[in-house]
């Protein structure tokens, strides 16, 4: 317990070490407006605070999984978005801003729809990795084309997350996830839209 708290607290503080090199670290910094710096900084901080519920759903979810199998699984994907929590939080700080106040929030209503998955059964936890993994591709391939163009470290940070989600959605669908149903996949993405939206600007 005391472990997990102590890991909480650093999620949603922006605490976070990463196991891998940054891949912007040896990028040159380029010149951005003020305009852009503040785009990018908002981009950014929803990434952010999509690994900050990404730490929250593999942490529910490997805790409440029914094989220590799946739960290796979890913990080690969870270990790569740790990674991703890293990077962005260090990039954030670059572009002047600060990550989202809602952090804490964002985490526990993860945590609470990583751990309601989690019970419906293994096959059904690995198939909304499955689909949070696949909506989650398709946003950071959309901030590809919204940050600006010279930005050149964002882009970096978010090409190599995209490689990365790609990857545990392949891993998930490999160990046998079950297809969310319809309701459930349009839930998924009207939640996900509020918290993009939010985190934005918050």
């Known amino acids: ?7 909480l607290l650093r999620v949603v503080s922006g605490v976070a070490r990463a196991s891998r090199p940054n891949p912007a670290a040896k990028l ?19 990434n952010h605070v999509g690994e ?3 730490q929250a759903l593999y942490d529910a979810q490997s805790r409440f999984a029914r094989t220590e199998a799946l739960r290796r699984q979890f913990r080690e994907a969870g270990r790569e978005e740790e ?3 890293a990077w962005t939080a260090e990039r954030i700080s670059e572009l ?3 990550t989202s106040v809602l952090n804490p929030f964002w985490y526990a ?3 609470l729809t990583g751990m309601i998955a989690a019970k419906a059964g293994d096959a059904r936890s690995l198939g909304f990795v499955v689909e949070t993994e696949r909506q989650v591709e398709a946003h950071l391939a959309s901030h590809l084309e919204r940050l600006p163009e010279n930005d050149e ?4 940070i978010v090409e190599q997350m995209r490689t990365d989600e790609i990857v545990h959605g392949s891993d998930a669908q490999a160990l046998g996830a079950d297809p969310m149903p319809a309701p459930v996949k349009m839930g998924m993405r009207a939640m996900a839209k509020v918290m993009t939206s939010a ?3 918050i």
């Open 52 to 54: 900050v519920c990404a």
């Open 199 to 201: 985190a934005y600007y």
């Open 28 to 46: 040159p910094g380029t010149q951005l407006s003020d305009v852009e710096r503040r785009h990018s900084a908002g981009l950014m901080r929803v």
């Open 1 to 7: 317990m005391i472990s997990g708290f102590d890991r």
């Open 83 to 85: 990674d991703h929590l």
């Open 96 to 98: 002047g801003s600060r």
């Open 153 to 156: 470290k964002s882009r970096a």
């Open 109 to 111: 209503g993860a945590y």
